[in-house]
């Protein structure tokens, strides 16, 4: 059984689930805490302690470690605690369709609905039905107050994600990224289509986690383009692609070589944005 294999084993147990989940929520603010022989055992409910001793040391050495005060988590069983605590690997609700006042993104006129399926969060019009925005998030991430609960984290979980691509490595691996110029596309999922927004993919060598970005997208997080927002008095970090307080013009005056300019207003501050055939910015400047 090849080292993989065996810490799935491991893992396959209820008993040593919970020791991990015992041992998680030991820990206090800034720390993962460490429990003793005895209280860990009682923690976790088991009465016969040759048992439980058998299953603690399955797990010793891999996922848990002896410390001077008795047992705690190392780096590899704090990753199995917090894809618990992220309702990961629980069964979840579906939720929505809710009602949003995000715009249609083919402008029908008519409003977007969001809602949470398959452990995806969906944003599409409600009218002509066209995909804004599908993406994964974890079913703990966000509360009851719906939807704004869920469009928040949807929200965080595409920035955190699209800022780790943008930097060149994969936030669930942290493999290495691959840039592919997507073309010019109506939608994401279309054939390019000369005249339209501009696309561009990161796909991560080593699990093959992608993201398919628009430059208005990608803009927000930029730190070329928040910096000088931010000296404008406006957090880009802190607006939704989708917000009504996000506007944004696109041109190609250059195909070879690839030269985009992104012509974004965000909380009425404007700039003109250029970008070349990586989505790597060349000039923010103020509108003449």
Known sequence: MDAVSDAFAVLSDETRLDVIRVLGDAGGTGAFGSLPFSELRDRVGVDDSGRFSYHLDRLVGRFVERADRGYRLRVPGIQVYQAIQAGVYADHED??????????????????????????????????????????????????????????????????????????????????????????????????????????????????????????VVALIKPAVAGEFAAAGVDTFS?????????????????????????????????VVTFDGDLEVLAVEEPE
Request: charged share 30%; net charge negative.
């Open 239 to 271: 607006v939704p692609q989708w917000s009504g307080d996000y506007e944004w013009e696109e041109t190609v005056p250059s195909e070879d070589p690839l030269r985009v300019e992104l012509t974004m207003t965000v909380e009425g501050v404007t700039r």
């Open 95 to 216: 939720v929505g369709p809710l009602e949003t006042d995000i715009p249609c993104p083919e402008t029908c006129g008519a409003t977007c609905v969001c809602r949470y399926e398959d452990f995806r969060f969906h944003l599409e019009c409600a009218g002509c039905e066209a995909f804004r925005v599908r993406y994964p998030v974890d079913p703990h991430a966000f509360g009851d107050d719906l939807p704004a609960d869920l469009l928040r984290a949807a929200d965080r979980r595409l920035k955190r994600d699209t800022f780790s691509m943008e930097l060149g490595f994969c936030p669930y691996c942290a493999g290495p990224v691959d840039i592919e110029y997507r073309g010019q596309r109506r939608r994401l999922r279309e054939p390019t289509e000369a005249g339209n927004p501009v696309a561009s993919r990161r796909t991560c060598r080593r699990c093959h986690w992608f993201i398919d970005f628009r430059t208005s």
